[in-house]
């Protein structure tokens, strides 16, 4: 079945410098990536997704990249906020989903003031 | 617009008995799905219904059962519970799978502690 890794457990960043987690995959098949952002005692919240036919994905301060031939991609956020101050998971799946989603561990996303 | 419930919020239970976690969801999705997080572990997929009258395993579905009860409910059921099971469960929802409106909806989750 897929493996996701996901690096690094924890990063801690300035507030307004930027964040980045990466992600690795081991199944070729996998075409949709959706990115969870999880705050203390909530429920996972999409905060964006990409698919494998498309190479990167912007949305205001996100943006996620994907390369397929190196089965990676990552979450990049820009102008960091305190609000921003969470975990991050990502995900991958074949089937656009359809099979579930195989998540990575998490990284714990700390921003400073 | 609820979204996605899931009941109970909280549960204790000691090794052994049995329960039922629910979940609904109002927004006319056809795939459910229910995931178990464990600190460390990121979630892990129990069994998803990929629409009503379909139901697969998903990475770690021994020990549990599940019932597509209608459109709207999907249901997780522990026999016998065992402290390994101790954990937040979530329970998704999606339009319909693999038809470009991929986003899963996550619940409020249920804690279980087995004792």
């Known amino acids: 079945g897929e493996n996701v890794e996901q690096h690094p457990s924890t990063l801690s960043v300035q507030e307004g410098d930027s964040a980045v987690i990466k992600c690795t995959y081991s199944?070729?098949?996998?075409?949709?990536f959706p990115w969870y952002k999880q705050e203390l005692g909530k429920r996972p919240q999409l905060i964006i997704d990409i698919r494998s036919n498309v190479g990167e994905k912007k949305d205001q301060r996100i943006a996620v990249t994907l390369n397929k031939t190196a089965k990676h991609f990552s979450l990049h956020i820009t102008e960091t906020q305190p609000e921003d101050s969470a975990v991050y998971f990502c995900a991958a799946s074949r089937r656009g989903g359809a099979d579930g989603l195989t998540f990575g561990k998490g990284t714990h996303l700390i921003i400073q003031p | 617009n609820a979204g996605v419930t899931q009941t109970p919020k909280f549960q204790v239970l000691k090794t052994g008995q049995s329960m039922t976690l629910q979940c609904a969801q109002d927004m006319n999705h056809n795939s459910m799905y229910w995931y178990r997080q464990d600190p460390g572990m990121g979630l892990r997929l129990i069994y998803y219904s990929a629409s009503e009258g379909t139901t697969d395993k998903g990475e770690v579905p021994n020990g549990y059962n599940v019932s597509r009860l209608n459109k709207r409910e999907f249901s997780l059921r522990l026999e016998s519970a065992a402290p390994s099971q101790t954990s937040v469960y979530f329970c998704?929802?999606?339009?319909?799978?693999?038809?470009?409106?991929?986003?899963?909806?996550f619940g409020p989750g249920t804690r279980l502690t087995v004792l």
């Open positions: 998704a929802s999606s339009v319909l799978a693999g038809s470009g409106s991929d986003t899963q909806y």
């Open positions: 199944d070729s098949a996998s075409n949709y």
